[in-house]
């Protein structure tokens, strides 16, 4: 039996308050050029030092050791679902990213804008970073095609080269298809082809298709973005709610809106807010009275962090630091800090790193561990675990989830 | 989706190298009967201690809790291949011991002579451990036997009632058939038969049998080995190369056969070395600019172990922190030292304990934990996790594996 099972068995319909605050890429790894310190264990956090006896510590590993996570499956493993197991296309994170609506009819396509030579040859797979003014003029002439054989298709610019294609209608959920991309310049540009012999990926291949020639021709002549290369096309995950699975209300506090985007994904409520700790938490406060789970998001960890700016990502987490009281003030019964991933400032960029766990909670008891750190974690007695089965670990912090067996 | 598939699309065909040392029998189990020390602590290193700091800690479980790995699963883990998916039958660790090539058309058993009765039954499952030179003239004998229906044999005597048949031919790969040795004394000598209902296992049965029955013939009168008993058929697993799974080129520099043999059964390169750390460690230095992963293995470790032997296991650690300096002097991108299992000198043989791991990559970090010892690695960053996990966290500490999903 699968340990999800069991919960979307045992967990209760109602009960006490849990937030999530996610510090975004938090976890790090210290090095002798920072003398041998984490920006988290650098920085100067006196309400987390306050907070970290009296809660109980630990680590998550987002999805295996050695394994990399984008953001897509960095907040998966935390909302509960295996990463391993749930996969989520770049069409549709894409997607998110630009705030956009992705509902279950929908499939998603991450597109770019290439050039193309006289015989379909790619000689520029992003058609030299066209500006963004010269994207939305392409977009708006590629909103004429459509619809397809009964399917709607949504066009909507991003930065630079990047657009995505949503084409909604019957009978695509669950397709997989290939990408037109040939992933290296010097290439022929391809058609999409069915990745699964089902009815869906055979029509959405064929859609795909139809929407790629047609926009091919309508761009014929507007070099250097003559063509169109798209990849990653998907829909959303067929899984249980996070209501049904967990039991839960949910909100999702985030200034971004791929963040949001990842949480509706499995059923939050997205609540947009201004960025920053002390705007994001305020916001909570305020409409927390109609949820009983809160996941309120923090980018600024992970921004730093890409960028190898130590002090920037220290000064991020004092920042969080100085706004806690503001969360603390709603008084959750359980309140859980991590990340969703590591993002080392050496690496500037995501890292396998497990990510440090804090759970403040009566039922949580206190490790008595003085500061709530990445080397800490380690010894925090509730251990080193797989990011998906924290939320286990929350329900029960709240005396949401009974007992199995008898 | 199975990590080792992630893996297998996330890793870049070439980058930094790695090196990884293998101390045979490496983790210990503290004891009162030794001041409450392994030997690994009690050992003096300080070459060991000037890299720890600088270095990443964690522990590596070879199979499961509890299970005790024999050197083929505590490699193949090693190697990034779980070894309760991935099985060796005994008949191929055997043949690799003596320094015999299997290729993947080989079945190879491993066999004794024993004493049958005139009934055929055994009554002595070591034919009076008969020596050597015994076993080498009736392996001459046996070598008259086949081809057996196109299948060629080859009979290599072993030490004492030890000897290999390997059987080549077409047809036979992934067949599985049981022994004919009944396990006791006083029991009938049998025929193997196929353990899976399909036409390699059923040909295998056939020609075993065919070489079996001749082979009792040919005995016949020869006690007290008169007879032969068939262990551990079985031929290469099926499983991508180390190569395809990890995009490395590997070299196995180890002095005993067995070892370099397990390496090629993932598709290393086998490099014989003589005995000891510092001859294994300038070997790998001599060859390595052809590779960028290099396997070194060191044996007497685990020798000392099995006899029992604190002070001798203590000073082969020594020794290895002596030759150190020749394989720092490759400046390797990632240096990983640990074992393929525990041999404590309590148990004087294998034990399922966790293994220490050090990993020094400038990627790794600086745990900045003073010395690598088996209680030490426990606080580690890396954490505790199955050997099968650490080619990832190499790869990763290489900065050859690509991010997971959007």
Known sequence: MH???IVQDLRAASGPTIVLLVLD???DVPTRAHGGKTPLEAAQTPNLDALAPDSSLGRLIPVAPGITPGSGPGHLGLFGYDPL???V???VIEALGLDLDVNPNMLCARANYATLDAKGVVTDRRAGRIPDEANAERCELLRAIGPIDGVNVHVTPGKSHRFVVR????GLRGASVSDSDPGREGAQVREVVALTDDGASHRAAKIVNAFWREAQETLSGHEPANGVLMRGVGGLPEIPSFSRRF???AAAVASYPMYRGLAQLVGMTKIPTADGPEA?????REVRSGY??????VKATDMHGEDGNFEGKAAAIEAVDRALPILLDTEPFVLAITGDHSTPVSYEAHGWQPVPLLVHARRAGCDGIARFTERNSVSGLIGTMPSHAMMPVLLAAAGRLAKFGA
Chains 1, 2 share one sequence.
Do not use: I, M, Y
């Not at 084409?167 to 019957?170: L, N, Q």
């Not at 009983?292 to 998001?297: K, M, P, R």
């Open 89 to 91: 296309g770049r069409g």
């Open 25 to 27: 890429g938090l976890g």
């Open 292 to 297: 009983d789970f809160g996941f309120v998001h």
């Open 280 to 284: 994001e938490f305020t916001k909570w």
């Open 85 to 87: 197991e749930v996969q």
């Open 167 to 170: 084409f909604e209608g019957d």
């Open 3 to 5: 340990v999800s099972e």
């Open 247 to 249: 039991g839960l209300t």
